[in-house]
């Protein structure tokens, strides 16, 4: 097999991340992803982070969809962007390719259970591994044991669907966050009462439960958190 050629790898990368959504909002990567096909649990999840709605072709692909717009490290992230040639004529591509917070690229493959893996699949991705760690690339495997359970991530998702209804001012934010930062929540309705009390949308609550900067119950120890992270 030849040897990979940088700019070949980067500029899949680049080209990837200057996509834009498609006249019905979606961002497909080089692997198309179709909605509906037998057998997948296929989903479109609308990435405020890349800027549309990102195709996934699992239950587990959306659970990794929802850590990665979760996380602050995480600045930007596509599925299916990036083709990795591999002996014999083969190639590879990856589930997500992931821009971090600090410049730093990763790519992830998704796998139900990493002990379960053949041989042969493991030979894959290591060969996966060797080759875009030369670019300064970080592979990442992870499965399900790492991953929100399929409960979780319906909950999540109606945090999400439900805090990002509409854009929020970065005064918005901080005055909630200001609000609700330091009060003892039991439950997100009181959360509700307290934003709305204040002349606040009450979905800027979800907003903030959904990215960890307020909690309820066992007392609210989001109160020493720094701002760094604020707005989004």
């Not at 040897?3 to 961002?27: A, H, L, W």
């Not at 992230?77 to 971090?100: E, I």
């Not at 066992?218 to 707005?231: H, M, Q, T």
Request: one cysteine or more; hydrophobic letters at 40%.
């Amino acid at each position: 097999m030849r040897e990979i050629d940088r700019y070949c790898i980067m500029s899949q990368i680049k080209d990837s991340f200057e996509s834009k959504p498609n006249i019905s909002g979606t961002i497909h990567g080089v692997r198309r992803i179709v909605q509906g096909q037998r057998g997948k649990s296929t989903s479109l999840f609308p990435s405020r982070k890349a800027g549309g709605a990102i195709a996934l072709e699992s239950r587990l692909e959306l659970a990794h969809a929802i850590s990665l717009e979760k996380d602050p490290a995480v600045k930007n992230y596509r599925t299916q962007a990036l083709v990795v040639p591999l002996p014999g004529n083969k190639y590879s591509v990856p589930d997500f390719v992931v821009q971090m917070s600090n410049g730093d690229l990763e790519v992830h493959e998704i796998k139900p259970f990493f002990e379960h893996l053949s041989s042969v699949e493991l030979e894959r991705l290591n060969m996966v591994d060797m080759l875009i760690n030369k670019f300064g690339i970080k592979f990442r495997v992870v499965d399900s044991l790492t991953l929100p359970s399929r409960r979780e991530v319906e909950k999540t998702l109606a945090l999400y669907s439900h805090g990002h209804s509409r854009v929020w001012t970065n005064l918005q934010q901080e005055q909630s966050l200001r609000l609700l930062i330091n009060a003892s929540l039991n439950g997100l309705d009181e959360a509700y009462q307290i934003l709305s009390m204040n002349g606040l949308p009450i979905q800027l609550a979800s907003f903030h439960l959904f990215y960890g900067r307020i909690f309820i119950g066992a007392g609210n120890s989001s109160k020493e958190k720094k701002y760094e992270y604020l707005y989004v």
